[in-house]
C-alpha cells in the first residue's frame, strides 16, 4: 500500500487504487474457470476503449480496468453467494463484498458494544477504505464502538457505478453500499463538517501549504521542489492539494474535537488527507495510530502512534530490545550473507519472506570496464541512492534541497578534486518500479564524462554489497545502504535526515561546506565507526527485520481474502489490533 496507480497526493484521496483489483478465480473452494472470467472482462474491455475516446489517456484506462474488475467479481461474487446460502463462508478465494457479507454474519452474533470509541479513516484508494471497514468490524467483535470516518465525494469516485447501465448493480463496485448498511459500525461523512471559517483555515495554513509539496511530488513521483518538466503539473498538483487541505483540514479538526476521547486509525501520514489527520490529532492531542504496509515483509504492517508510519521510532525501539543477545548478532550476520546473496537458499527460516534488492551475488565478476576504474590512485567514494517517489524519502532533506541537487553537488565536487574517486550506484529498484525520475541519469548527466566519477545505473547488475568491499568509504542520502556500507566497516556521510540518524552509526554534517570538508577528511585518514557503532547498527537492522513489523495483513493485501472470527484472529493479527485499541503498548507490551 506504499504506492499504488493514483495512490499518492489528491489523486490519492479521489482515484482508487487498481492494483487491489478483483481476485482471479483460482483452484480450490469457490472456484471456476478463470480463463472464462478473465477473457470476457477483456473482451468487454475492448468494446467499452470507443465509448472513452476524447477522455484523458489516464482517465480511459482507469475506466476500462474497473470496468474489467466489475466483471470479474460480478462472476465472483454469484459463486461466493450462492454458497453463503448454505455457509457462513463464501469460500477461500472471493471478493471484498463477499467478505463483507461474511463479516456482517458475525457481527450479528455480537453483543452490544461497551469499549471505547475508535476512529478510522477510510481515505487515499479502495484498498484502504477496504482495509478500515474490515478493521472497523474486527474492533466491533472485540468489544469496541468503531466509526468510520470518509468522504462522500471521495468514496464516490472510488466506487462510481462500474455496471456502465448493465444493471447488476448489487455485485462489484457496491461494497460501500453495503458497508454503510452495517449497524454494528457507525460512519460519518467528513464532508459534512466542512464549512467555512477563516479563523480556523488561516491556523492550519502554512501546514497547507508545507504538506501540499509533499503530496504533488509523491503523486508525481518526483522530489519536493524539484519537478523538472513537470513544473506547470506540479503547480497544478499543489494548489489542488492546499485547496483539498483547506478544505478538510478544519474538517477534521471540528471531528476529532466530537470525539476527544477516542482513538483513531489512518494510512501512513505522510499522503494526501492522511497528512492533515496527523497535523490534527497532534494538535488536538488525539492518541492516533498510522499503519502502513510493510514492503520489506508481503503482508506485514507497521505501525506508529502521532507520527507517519514510516517516520520509525527508532529510539524507542533501541531501548525496547536494550542489546543484541549472541543468537540475534549472528542472525544479523546470516542476514547480511542473505542480502550479499552468499550461498543461500531465501527460503531458509523467516528469510523466506525477503526480497534480496540485488540482482547478482557479491562473487560476480565486476564488468573489465569497473575493474580498471577501481584499480585508479586515490579514495574511492561509493554513493548510494534512494528511489524517487519512494513515500519514505518525504520531508528528509536537510543541507542539500533534495536527493537530486545532492547528486549533481557530490559528482560537481569529485570533477573538482581528481585525485579522488567516485563509484555512483544507482538503486537496483529504479528499473523494478519503472522509477520516472532516475538518480543513475542525473549522476551521468553531471559527471560529464569525468574520468575519475563511474556511473553504474539502476539497470545493471553489479551487486552493491560487493562494491563496498573495493571502496575506501561511503555516501547515502537516506537510504538503508549507508546502514549497510557502514555495517560493513566503511566510515559513511549521510546527506539528509535519515531513519539512522543521530545515532552515531554515521557521520553527518550540519551544513554543505561541513559535509564537503568530511568526505576530505576521509579521503585522508578513512576511519571508520567503531565496535560499539557496529553492534548498534545491528540492533537497529534486527528492528527493521525482525521487531518493526507484524503480519497483520493478506499477502496480497485485500479485502476480499478477509475472514472475521471472533477470538479466532492470528497471534500477529490480534497482537497488532490490541496495540491499535491500546491494549499493549506501542512495542506491543501489556501496561
Known amino acids: 500500500m506504499e504506492r499504488e496507480p493514483g495512490g499518492g497526493a489528491v489523486a490519492a484521496d479521489l482515484e482508487p487504487a487498481e492494483q487491489c483489483g478483483p481476485q482471479r478465480l483460482g483452484s480450490g473452494q469457490g472456484g471456476g474457470s478463470p480463463e472464462g472470467v478473465t477473457g470476457m472482462a477483456q473482451s468487454l474491455s475492448r468494446r467499452m476503449i470507443e465509448r472513452f475516446k476524447g477522455t484523458a489517456p489516464g482517465q480511459a484506462a482507469r475506466r476500462v480496468v474497473r470496468f474489467s474488475r466489475w466483471v470479474r467479481e460480478c462472476a465472483v461474487d454469484s459463486i461466493g453467494l450462492a454458497r453463503l446460502a448454505v455457509t457462513d463462508d463464501p469460500g477461500i478465494v472471493g471478493t471484498p463484498f463477499l467478505s463483507l457479507q461474511q463479516w456482517k454474519r458475525e457481527l450479528e452474533k455480537l453483543p452490544p458494544a461497551t469499549g471505547q470509541e475508535i476512529l478510522l479513516f477510510a481515505i487515499q484508494n479502495r484498498t484502504w477504505v477496504e482495509w478500515m471497514v474490515w478493521a472497523a468490524a474486527v474492533f466491533r467483535s472485540m468489544g469496541y464502538r468503531p466509526v468510520v470516518v470518509y468522504s462522500g465525494q471521495t468514496v464516490s469516485r472510488i466506487y462510481e457505478p462500474a455496471g456502465f447501465g448493465v444493471g447488476l448493480e448489487r455485485f462489484g463496485g457496491v461494497f460501500w453500499k453495503h458497508a454503510l448498511a452495517t449497524p454494528q459500525i457507525g460512519f460519518l461523512d467528513l464532508d459534512d463538517f466542512v464549512r467555512a471559517e477563516p479563523s480556523l483555515e488561516a491556523e492550519y495554513a502554512a501546514f497547507s501549504n508545507r504538506a501540499a509539496h509533499m503530496i504533488a511530488a509523491y503523486d508525481l513521483e518526483v522530489e519536493e521542489f524539484e519537478p523538472e518538466d513537470l513544473a506547470a503539473q506540479y503547480d497544478e498538483k499543489v494548489r489542488e492539494a492546499e ?349
Open 243 to 591: 485547496a483539498m487541505l483547506t478544505r478538510y483540514t478544519p474538517a477534521l479538526h471540528r471531528v476529532l474535537g466530537q470525539f476527544p476521547s477516542a482513538r483513531a486509525v489512518a494510512p501512513n501520514g505522510q499522503i494526501g488527507l492522511s497528512t492533515a489527520i496527523l497535523e490534527v490529532a497532534n494538535r488536538r492531542n488525539v492518541r492516533a495510530a498510522f499503519v502502513e504496509a510493510w514492503c520489506m515483509r508481503p503482508g506485514h504492517m507497521v505501525w506508529n502512534f502521532n507520527r507517519a508510519a514510516l517516520d520509525y521510532d527508532v529510539r524507542g525501539w533501541l531501548s525496547y530490545l536494550g542489546k543484541l543477545a549472541p543468537d540475534a548478532e549472528a542472525e544479523a550476520d546470516r542476514y547480511m550473507r542473505f542480502q550479499e546473496r552468499a550461498h543461500m537458499s531465501q527460503n531458509e527460516g523467516w528469510l523466506k519472506d525477503y526480497r534480496p534488492v540485488q540482482r547478482s551475488n557479491t562473487a560476480a565478476p565486476f564488468p573489465a570496464q569497473l575493474e580498471t576504474f577501481l584499480a585508479r590512485p586515490g579514495a574511492t567514494f561509493l554513493m548510494g541512492t534512494n528511489v524517487v517517489g519512494d513515500s519514505a524519502t518525504l520531508g528528509r532533506a536537510t543541507i542539500f534541497k533534495s536527493q537530486k541537487d545532492w547528486v549533481q553537488q557530490v559528482v560537481a565536487f569529485f570533477r573538482e578534486h581528481p585525485e579522488l574517486n567516485l563509484v555512483f550506484r544507482a538503486h537496483p529498484d529504479e528499473v523494478t518500479i519503472r522509477a520516472r525520475r532516475r538518480m543513475g541519469d542525473v549522476a551521468a548527466q553531471a559527471a560529464g564524462g569525468a574520468d575519475n566519477v563511474f556511473v553504474i545505473p539502476g539497470e545493471s547488475d553489479v551487486s552493491s554489497y560487493a562494491l563496498m568491499a573495493r571502496v575506501r568509504c561511503g555516501l547515502a542520502w537516506v537510504s538503508n545502504v549507508g546502514l549497510d556500507m557502514a555495517l560493513r566497516d566503511l566510515p559513511v556521510v549521510i546527506a539528509a535526515n535519515a531513519a539512522y540518524s543521530g545515532l552515531g552509526i554515521v557521520r553527518e554534517a550540519q551544513t554543505r561546506e561541513g559535509y564537503f570538508e568530511e568526505l576530505l577528511s576521509l579521503a585522508e585518514s578513512p576511519v571508520g565507526p567503531s565496535p560499539e557503532a557496529i553492534a548498534l547498527g545491528k540492533l537497529y537492522q534486527r528492528v527493521l527485520t525482525r521487531t518493526l513489523s507484524l503480519q497483520a495483513n493478506e499477502r496480497g493485501y485485500s479485502a476480499g481474502r478477509f475472514r472475521l472470527r471472533p477470538g479466532r484472529m492470528t497471534g500477529e493479527q490480534h497482537k497488532f489490533f490490541r496495540i491499535l485499541a491500546g491494549e499493549l503498548d506501542d512495542k506491543g507490551r501489556e501496561k
